[in-house]
């Protein structure tokens, strides 16, 4: 590689007597060029970020807009497109799968992450602990199952939670006694169960962003709370805990949006069509669409699940924010 | 003294019992994976079901093999994955190479609007893109998942982060008064400066690929261009469901990823905890 650099140089500087190991020469005046060095900059500048804007509008602009226009008008794929104003809207408000859908994704959302969130940050103190050893080793394990694809993950729980008497939770919890459920068909079996998937791919990834940030956490703060007589609560609650601050926003804000987005598992658990125990928004629009044909309704909700997304992001910053403020007394 | 010890010693013995209980949780499912990859299905039905290896490893297989085309399915994942991620790291390092060290007017606006891309879900756009594949004629084909995939904000934003911040600026200087084009300074300078970012970004993208599910779904529709997410989920389509054949699919699926990963895994958990730390 560095030959090839030198070659270059050699061959670019004509005007330098051959003695090109030294670059930092004083710059002699460079010969009159076509194009200045500001030209050169400007072309090659907008010709290397060119592929992102060329396809961001094919792939990211042009279906966005679309969207917002295809969600006035009635539209099978295939025949006229007929514009029916608001109707869309109305049609998917008024049907009741599609709050089932809504409320589906924001419970089985809480239920994956939210204690998902507090076992990784258990988990990375205990990982971090002074008293531990074999660290790597434990990190391992629980970061293998993000490896595993949201498929098989999806595919491994399916047959976990089978409704059949000898499915593995099913046969355990009739060693307590406790009838099979049909998990696919209750309504909070198949919940727990779409949770379950959740929790067990991402805590292994949030424990290692935890222990990432605990590690960064300079010693010295510690050393000093420990002079001034802190105990270890006072410690995790005012050093760690708000020296975290970033590290937790940027969990909180990507499992709420990815657990409005969670698709593959109920799709692959209850089947393709979905159920109501476990349809999630993005299914519903998704068999509004490629089941049923409905692109109008289909679109409108895509526009929904947009500003509910907004909603809940916003949402998001206003509540960590405060969790920051309340441990003020860590926080430079 | 001696009962601070005795504290430390039970606080000791709690953290390394709750590690371990969690460690043999989150193995089990694989083990288990296993179990029944290897197991003959009266087995499996049997209450209480088989905890040991069974048998039929080759017998399930080649039940999958009968039910998916297993192997090209595999292989277009890896076309698929392969194709993007250079793809991305090529486009990406030249997108990030261009704001990071060359001055265009517009430079600043045309980054955070990328930035501002990275908030929209892709949902969004999802039926009109079907509709621009499918008047571009690629329905089936593994360019539906490829091209709109080499769109990447977050590599963008990762390379010029990475490049502003590992590339002095004196270098380029050097090499523009010995006649370098911005391109020869690309390949010959930034390149291998940033192999680094390369890995990380690519180790980021190959993850997000290959475990992609609803797009491929929707566009790859013809059994034979399935990538393997696809054609797994066809396993549990048969109205009596095989569960061996089936976690033996998924577990040939999984295994090839466990292996990289193994012997990579160092690269690999700094990379994802890097991607997401740092952005």
């Known amino acids: 590689m ?69 969600a006035f008008f009635r539209w099978d794929g295939l025949g006229e497109m007929e514009f029916v104003g608001l109707n869309n809207f109305n049609i998917i408000f008024n049907d009741p799968l599609f709050w089932k859908s809504l409320y589906n994704t924001i419970i089985i959302g809480l239920m994956g992450t939210a204690p998902q969130l507090i076992a990784a940050l258990l988990l990375a103190f205990a990982l971090n602990s002074v008293l531990i050893k074999y660290k790597s080793v434990f990190r391992l394990a629980v970061f293998l199952p993000y490896v595993t694809s949201i498929v098989a993950v999806a595919i491994i ?72 007589g802190a105990t ?8 760690t805990i708000p020296m ?41 629009l998704y068999r509004e669409a490629f089941g049923s044909n409905f692109f109008g309704t289909a679109s409108a909700t895509a526009i929904v699940l947009f500003f509910i997304i907004i909603v809940f992001s916003a949402a998001n910053l206003l509540l960590v924010n405060r969790i920051g403020r309340s441990g003020k007394v860590g926080e430079k | 003294m001696s009962s601070e010890k005795k504290k430390l010693r039970s606080a000791k013995l709690f953290i390394y019992t709750s590690l371990i209980l969690v460690g043999l949780a989150s193995l089990f499912p694989f083990y288990w994976m296993f179990v029944m990859a290897t197991n003959p299905n009266n087995l499996i039905n049997r209450n209480p079901p088989v905890m040991t290896p069974g048998t039929e490893m080759f017998s399930n297989f080649q039940k999958v093999l009968d039910s998916i085309p297993f192997f090209q399915a595999m292989l277009n994942s890896l076309i698929v994955t392969t194709s993007i991620t250079f793809g991305v790291l090529i486009l990406c390092s030249l997108a990030g190479f261009a704001f990071a060290k060359l001055h265009f007017p517009g430079r600043t606006i045309l980054f955070v609007f990328i930035l501002g891309t990275m908030m929209i879900p892709p949902q969004l756009g999802l039926i009109p893109t079907y509709f621009i594949i499918t008047e571009l004629g690629w329905l089936s084909d593994l360019r539906a998942v490829i091209v709109p995939g080499l769109m990447n904000a977050f590599g963008i934003f990762w390379m010029r982060q990475y490049i502003s911040s590992s590339v002095p600026d004196e270098l380029i200087e050097a090499a ?71 976690l033996s699919g998924t577990f040939w699926a999984t295994v090839p990823l466990i292996v990289v990963f193994l012997l990579f895994n160092r690269l690999f958990i700094k990379s994802i905890t890097d991607g997401a730390v740092k952005s």
């Open chain 1, 2 to 70: 560095s030959n090839t650099l030198r070659k270059e140089i050699n061959t670019g500087a004509e005007e330098h007597d051959g003695e090109t190991e030294n670059n930092v020469k004083k710059p002699k005046k460079p010969k009159k060029r076509l194009f200045s060095q500001k030209q050169k900059d400007m072309a090659s500048g907008y010709l290397f970020i060119s592929p992102f804007y060329l396809l961001f509008a094919v792939f990211g602009v042009f279906p966005i807009l679309f969207s917002f226009y295809l």
């Open chain 1, 157 to 228: 729980f399916s047959v976990i939670f089978s409704n059949q008497e000898s499915g593995l939770v099913n046969s355990f919890l009739g060693v307590f006694g406790i009838d099979p459920i049909t998990w696919t068909r209750s309504e909070w079996g198949a919940k727990v169960a779409i949770s379950a998937m959740i929790f067990w791919r991402w805590v292994g990834y949030n424990t290692i962003i935890y222990l990432a940030g605990m590690q960064a956490i300079p010693n010295d703060l510690y050393e000093a709370a420990k002079i001034d």
């Open chain 1, 232 to 239: 270890l609560r006072q410690q995790i609650w005012h050093i």
């Open chain 1, 244 to 284: 975290l601050k970033p590290f937790i926003i940027f969990t909180v804000f990507t499992a709420t949006i990815g657990a409005l987005q969670i698709f593959a598992e109920p799709h692959i658990f209850q089947g393709r069509g979905g159920r109501p125990e476990g349809i999630s928004i993005v299914l519903y």
């Open chain 2, 176 to 246: 523009r008064i010995d006649g370098c084009s911005n391109f020869r300074i690309y390949w010959n300078i930034i390149v291998p400066v940033i192999l680094p970012a390369f890995a990380t970004l690519g180790i980021i993208v190959f993850m997000a690929i290959w475990g992609d599910y609803l797009w491929p779904l929707v566009v790859l529709q013809d059994q034979s261009t399935h990538t393997i997410q696809v054609a797994l989920r066809s396993l549990m389509d048969d109205r009596v469901r095989d569960y061996g054949m089936i």
